[in-house]
């Protein structure tokens, strides 16, 4: 399905692109996403493409096989509560990707390894209760990092990004949403 649409949309977006030259110069055509980017920047009528959540590399791209990046992009939530061995809960973090309500939706814990969600409450608005080993090592106050679905869950709810390179801060950057604004 992907092949025949990327051909139709190949044509159709050539055939546009000479339309509107017939009428005006174009300075630039952009095409693409991140699940297209190989394919887009061999098309003609395309002067730059974009990809968009891939920069990040959230969760999403890891079931993606024509792309490949590693985790760019993450945000922290603060242990707040912890209710039993092998469960830590969180404080908020109901960041779920928009589409269907499944599982691939949920940000995904990273850090620590080996936390998950309960089968009964994943990630939500108040609390965010999670199991494993790994919450035995964790404090009141420490912080679960996760990864998110896809870049809307951050940019549109958080103002900045902190840009880290190793172990050193190098600078805050607004979101590429509403340059610093936040909607949600």
Same mark, same amino acid.
């Given at each position: 399905m992907q092949q025949r649409s990327r051909l139709e949309l190949a044509r159709r977006r050539?055939?546009?692109v000479r339309a509107v030259r017939n009428l005006t110069d !174009?300075?630039?055509?952009?095409?693409?996403?991140?699940g297209s980017v190989e394919k887009t920047v061999a098309e003609r009528?395309?002067?730059e493409v974009a990809a968009g959540s891939g920069l990040y590399h959230?969760? !999403?791209?890891?079931?993606?096989s024509n792309f490949t990046g590693r985790p760019a992009a993450l945000f922290a939530l603060p242990v707040v509560r912890r209710p039993g061995p092998g469960v830590a809960t969180c404080l908020g973090g109901g960041y779920l990707a928009s589409g269907p309500g499944d599982a691939i939706r949920l940000p995904a814990p990273y850090l620590p390894t080996g936390l998950s969600y309960d089968a009964n409450e994943g990630a939500g608005e108040v609390q965010t209760p999670l199991l494993g080993g790994a919450a035995d090592g964790l404090a009141i106050g420490d912080r679960v990092w996760f990864r998110h679905t896809k870049a809307g869950e951050l940019c549109e709810r958080f103002d900045a990004v902190h840009l880290i390179d190793g172990d050193r801060f190098v600078r805050t950057v607004p979101t590429y949403r509403g340059e610093g604004r936040t909607f949600l």
């Open positions: 050539a055939a546009i !174009l300075e630039f055509v952009n095409g693409g996403g991140t009528a395309v002067t959230p969760h !999403l791209f890891d079931q993606y």
